[in-house]
T-cell receptor, first 109, second 114 residues
């Protein structure tokens, strides 16, 4: 079974400092990795997916198959980045998502 | 476009009572999902529908949980009888079923079983 590990439940970072949210996954088949985010009083929504190799709201994430990691990074944190972040995996061709336990990111002004 | 709708938003019941949740997906989305999110955990898939057929219900506790998607649009999730450990947020999501497609989530129903 797929498993996603997010070792930090809580992470506090000063505004303007770099952010890194850690994620490790168990390898099974052809993994697809995502980051979903939930801002306060909003719905859970997709932030980015590894196959797109895009930067969304300044965030990037690189899939490292050797380390089975998919860490989320941003060079300069902004207050609006405060939210709950979930690392999510699926197998290519299968829509079933497996969520990590989430990391609550708080940006300190 | 209108998002995924869910009702009710909050529900408090006593153990052994029954409860039902309703979900209306985004128009045209063939795939519908129900997730259970227990406090402090990530969402866990309970059941996935493709149109009105069940694709995956391997993690649905079938002795007390049931779900249906009549006519391939709206869906209801029922718990009968409820247990204390069913207290959670129940999320509905939909997608258009294409590979690697984004899932769109509803606001969730927060269930408290006392």
């Amino acid at each position: 079974a797929q498993r996603v590990t997010q070792p930090e439940k809580l992470l506090s970072v000063f505004k303007g400092a770099p952010v890194e949210l850690k994620c490790n996954y168990s390898y099974s088949g052809s993994p697809e990795l995502f980051w979903y985010v939930q801002y306060s009083r909003q719905r859970l929504q997709l932030l980015l997916r590894h196959i797109s190799r895009e930067s969304i709201k300044g965030f990037t994430a690189d899939l490292n198959k050797g380390e089975t990691s998919f860490h989320l990074k941003k060079p300069f944190a902004q207050e609006e980045d405060s939210a709950m972040y979930y690392c999510v995996s699926s197998n290519f061709g299968n829509e079933k998502l497996t969520f990590g336990t989430g990391t609550r990111l708080t940006i300190i002004p | 476009e209108a998002g995924v709708a869910q009702s009710p938003r909050y529900k408090i019941i006593e153990k052994r009572q029954s409860v039902a949740f309703w979900c209306n997906p985004i128009s045209g989305h063939a795939t519908l999902y129900w997730y259970q999110q227990i406090l402090g955990q990530g969402p866990k898939l309970l059941i996935q529908f493709q149109n009105n057929g069940v694709v995956d219900d391997s993690q649905l506790p079938k002795d007390r949980f049931s779900a249906e998607r009549l006519k391939g649009v709206d869906s209801t999730l029922k718990i009968q009888p409820a247990k204390l450990e069913d207290s959670a947020v129940y999320l509905c999501a939909s997608s258009n079923g294409q590979l690697s497609n984004e899932q769109y989530f509803g606001p969730g129903t927060r269930l408290t079983v006392t």
